[in-house]
């Protein structure tokens, strides 16, 4: 099969393509969909080129090694983003020696924080958001891009981040706050 019949096929059709074949067109199909996806998550979350393109490689690797446990209980992008998120966050542990990013104290706090509304962060210049993001803790920033970046449902980041669907709202609505609260501090004259 040629490679351009390759671009009409569905990712699950390539998956199963791939595992009854093992021909590695089908493979580097896949790697080419999501090579980019996967580079700009990386560099947006580890903010260096050398470790995004290592990261890269390591997540492509895993999806290689386990592409035969890929169960289809989610589509094939959600499976790819939670690997990619969830590597990423490892190397960050690793490299800040921090024990926990996605804390479980969200799980267990009332919610008594006021709701920040979609349109604050969505109103803001690109640059101030990207300012903004970057001040505010890596798993907060994650989240925000999961959800407005990557137009991820609310329970497929639940299973990418292995979270309840409520925890996970708790998890964007105080990323929010802490956004907002980021940019009222730095950008005092649009208040």
Not at 38 to 53: F, H, M, N, P, V
Not at 141 to 151: C, P
Request: aromatic letters at 10%.
């Amino acid at each position: 099969m040629k490679t351009t019949q390759h671009k009409a096929l569905s990712d699950s059709e390539i998956i199963r393509q791939y595992l009854t074949s093992r021909d590695q067109r089908y493979f580097h199909t896949l790697y080419r969909r999501y090579s980019t996806k996967i580079y700009s998550r990386c560099i947006s979350l580890l903010k260096d080129e050398g470790l995004a393109q290592d990261a890269m490689q390591e997540i492509f690797m895993k999806l290689f090694l386990n592409l035969s446990k890929f169960g289809e209980r989610a589509k094939f992008s959600t499976w790819v983003y939670s690997i990619t998120y969830n590597y990423c966050i490892d190397v960050i542990r690793k490299k800040k020696k921090q024990t926990a990013i996605f804390s479980d104290e969200m799980e267990r706090v009332e919610d008594v924080a006021e709701d920040v509304p979609d349109y604050a962060l969505l109103e803001m210049e690109v640059g101030r958001l990207k300012f903004v993001l970057d001040k505010i803790p890596v798993g907060d920033k994650a989240v925000l891009l999961m959800k407005y970046q990557d137009d991820m449902q609310i329970k497929d980041m639940a299973v990418s981040l292995s979270k309840t669907e409520s925890a996970i709202k708790m998890k964007i609505k105080r990323a929010k706050e802490k956004a907002l609260k980021v940019y009222r501090a730095n950008y005092k004259d649009d208040f």
